[in-house]
């Protein structure tokens, strides 16, 4: 940890800041727990204990109205990571903060959906997507995936709700 001068001795430098720290020079401990050794409330991490990783990312989904839907996630991390979901920069509320949500948070992390809901006015379901997964070490946030409705076929052609067209 020290280098020794050629006297074979400690520098000064080496000595005081040696004291500081087995003194509990508040700046100097804190620098010296947060190596890894220690997490921010003073206690001894685990050995096993790692950050959040994403393992499986979303994908890109084009779902029929009135369908269900499923956005993969899949966390590692110990402890395991908390899952939230984000669409549009908003978090995303599932059956956990509200039990008639049509919307289920998974136990894997993924995002189901009972059934994609669209409208002409409201399209609450179509839009961009993330995961971001939480513990104690940090967060990791998985890449952008889009959900888009698809357009309806009638017999005479496509119509696109999402596009204005039709009755």
């Known amino acids: 940890m020290f280098s020794r001068a050629k006297s074979g001795f400690l520098s000064v430098f080496e000595l005081v800041f040696f004291l500081l720290v087995l003194i509990g020079c508040p700046a100097l401990t804190y620098q010296a727990r947060t190596k890894g050794r220690w997490n921010k409330g003073g206690s001894r991490l685990r ?37 939230e979901w984000y ?25 189901f959906f009972l059934r994609i809901v669209h409208g002409r006015r409201s399209k609450p379901d179509e839009g961009a997507y993330v995961c971001v997964a939480r513990n104690y070490l940090g967060e990791a946030v998985s890449r952008n995936a889009s959900l888009e409705v698809a357009c309806e076929s009638l017999s005479w052609g496509v119509l696109c709700l999402k596009q204005g067209l039709g009755p």
């Open 47 to 83: 050995q096993e204990d790692s950050p959040p990783r994403i393992v499986e990312h979303p994908s890109d989904l084009i779902v029929s109205k009135g369908e269900p839907a499923t956005l993969n996630c899949k966390a590692e991390g110990r402890p395991t990571p908390t899952v």
């Open 87 to 111: 669409k549009d920069a908003e978090r995303v509320e599932t059956d956990k903060d509200d039990p008639r949500s049509h919307r289920m948070l998974l136990p894997s992390g993924s995002l």
